[in-house]
């Protein structure tokens, strides 16, 4: 079982990263949350790692922080709920607020992270208002990065919310406007922040 992996950051997006330890490379998926503070390629990553094991595959999962990783597990443990659509979650609302969102009960906030519907936010909100607890989570500072060209920026964010489950007209409108009110430099993290804040 694979807990924790620290190495060179060979390749990022937001779909997944490539992490070389020692010439082998784990590929790992992550919540957007965890991608924001991603260093640049080349440089030294840590990471703690959910090994998820099916029949077919072994998938690692892997987060910034020790609280992030458990809030991903106890998601895990909602019937309905597989490492896919935690990670969909996690990307969609960061730790801090999934914890007090679930405290208040604030299901219409649960409802609109894409893949999440009415029943699957009440399973949430009856299976974890005990589990959670009181963390202090705060995931939106971004670690800086070199800006790359705009369009790839434009491209790569638009690709995120689409696999976020989120529709192409909708993700288009939301990137688009998020492009407009983000001055100066442009960054694939900045746009993808701008963009689900006007979508959350």
């Not at 937001?14 to 790992?28: A, K, N, T």
């Not at 969909?88 to 299901?107: F, K, M, P, R």
């Not at 219409?108 to 029943?119: F, T, Y």
């Not at 949430?124 to 607890?133: A, G, N, Q, T």
Request: proline share 4%; hydrophobic share 45%; net charge negative.
């Amino acid at each position: 079982m694979i807990a924790h992996i620290q190495g060179r950051l060979q390749f990022k997006s937001p779909e997944y990263l490539v992490v070389d330890v020692s010439g082998m490379g784990y590929q790992i998926q992550v919540p957007l949350t965890t991608f924001y503070d991603l260093p640049e390629e080349g440089n030294t990553v840590a990471l703690h790692i959910h090994t998820h094991v099916r029949e077919d595959a072994l998938q690692l999962y892997g987060f910034q922080s020790r609280d992030e990783k458990l809030i991903f597990v106890h998601l895990m443990s909602v019937a309905g709920i597989g490492p896919r659509l935690a990670v969909n979650i996690l990307s969609g609302i960061n730790s801090a607020e999934l914890v007090e969102t679930v405290g208040q009960g604030d299901i219409h906030r649960l409802i609109s992270i894409p893949g999440v519907g009415r029943k699957t936010a009440e399973r949430i909100l009856v299976e974890l208002r005990d589990k959670f607890p009181a963390l202090p989570l705060d995931r939106e500072a971004a670690a800086p990065v070199k800006p790359a060209a705009d369009d790839a920026i434009v491209d790569d964010a638009l690709s995120a919310l689409l696999n976020l489950g989120y529709n192409k007209t909708v993700a288009q409108r939301a990137v688009g406007k998020a492009r407009q009110r983000l001055q100066g430099e442009l960054t694939l993290e900045l746009l993808l922040k701008e963009s689900l804040r006007s979508l959350g």
